[in-house]
C-alpha cells in the first residue's frame, strides 16, 4: 500500500532564510512523487514532480524537491523564503508501476514565512 | 483553458437535505477524483473514474455518498441524507490520459456546511 508522511504540521523561519518542507513515502513499486501547494480558500495547485532522471527537481516558484530513494524522502525545498510562500504544503505518492492514477496526499504542512 | 469547474462554491443545508455537488473537468482529461478535506482527516480520496467507469470508491465514507460521471465532461457526488459530519470542502480533480506522469489539476473546491 502507499502512504505518504510529512512529519510537521507547521514549519515556521524568516523571510530569505532557506526552507525544507519534510515528505517520506512508502510505495511498493516506482514511485512518482509530487508537491502541489494550496492558499487559503484555493484549490490544490501543482508546484513539481519526480518520476525519473535527475535527483534534484525545480519547479514553480524557485521551488526544488530532492529525490532520496535510500531514505524513501521527497524534500520541498527553497534558498530563500517569501512571505508569499506562506502556504498548505501536501506532498503526494503514485506508484509508478500501477496502471490506476490514484495520488495519495500527505497530512499537509502549514509554511508561515515571517518578515 | 477554464480549469476544472465545480460548483457551487459553497453549499450551507439543513441535517437531512440532499446535496449535490458538480465537476466539470479538464477537456480531454480521462480520469476524474473526488476528495474530501478537514482538519481532522487532511485530505481523503472519495472516489475515482477512469474513461467515465468507477475504478474505486472505496474511500466513500457510507451509503449516502453517491458519484457518477455520466460523460466525460460532467460529475456528481451526491449526499442523501446530510449531516453535520458531512461538513467539510469537497475538491474534484482531473488527469490526462496516461495518469502516471502527471499530476491532478484541481477544482477550487465546494465548501459544504450542513446545520
Known amino acids: 500500500a502507499q502512504s505518504v508522511a510529512q512529519p510537521e504540521d507547521q514549519v515556521n523561519v524568516a523571510e530569505g532564510n532557506p526552507l525544507t518542507v519534510k515528505c517520506t513515502y512508502s510505495?511498493?513499486?516506482?514511485?512518482?512523487l509530487f508537491w502541489y501547494v494550496q492558499y487559503p480558500n484555493r484549490g490544490l495547485q501543482f508546484l513539481l514532480k519526480?518520476?525519473?532522471?535527475?535527483?534534484l527537481v525545480k519547479g514553480s516558484y524557485g521551488f526544488e524537491a530532492e529525490f532520496n530513494k535510500s531514505q524513501t524522502s521527497f524534500h520541498l525545498k527553497k534558498p530563500s523564503a517569501l512571505v508569499s510562500d506562506s502556504a498548505l504544503y501536501f506532498c503526494?505518492?503514485?506508484?509508478?508501476?500501477?496502471?490506476?492514477?490514484?495520488?495519495?496526499f500527505g497530512q499537509g504542512t502549514t509554511l508561515q514565512v515571517k518578515p | 483553458d477554464a480549469g476544472v469547474i465545480q460548483s457551487p462554491r459553497h453549499e450551507v443545508t439543513e441535517m437531512g437535505q440532499e446535496v449535490t455537488l458538480r465537476c466539470k473537468p479538464i477537456?480531454?482529461?480521462?480520469?476524474l477524483f473526488w476528495y474530501r478535506q478537514t482538519m481532522m482527516r487532511g485530505l481523503e480520496l472519495l472516489i475515482y473514474?477512469?474513461?467515465?467507469?468507477?475504478?474505486?470508491d472505496s474511500g466513500m465514507p457510507e451509503d449516502r455518498f453517491s458519484a457518477k460521471m455520466p460523460n466525460a465532461s460532467f460529475s456528481t457526488l451526491k449526499i442523501q441524507p446530510s449531516e453535520p459530519r458531512d461538513s467539510a470542502v469537497y475538491f474534484c480533480?482531473?488527469?490526462?490520459?496516461?495518469?502516471?506522469?502527471?499530476?491532478?489539476?484541481f477544482g477550487s473546491g465546494t465548501r459544504l456546511t450542513v446545520v
Open positions: 503526494a505518492v503514485r506508484d509508478g508501476s500501477s496502471n490506476t492514477g490514484k495520488l495519495i
Open positions: 519526480y518520476i525519473t532522471g535527475d535527483n
Open positions: 510505495v511498493s513499486g516506482n514511485p512518482y
Open positions: 473514474f477512469n474513461n467515465n467507469v468507477p475504478i474505486d
Open positions: 480533480a482531473s488527469s490526462t490520459p496516461g495518469t502516471g506522469a502527471y499530476g491532478y489539476t
Open positions: 477537456s480531454g482529461h480521462n480520469s
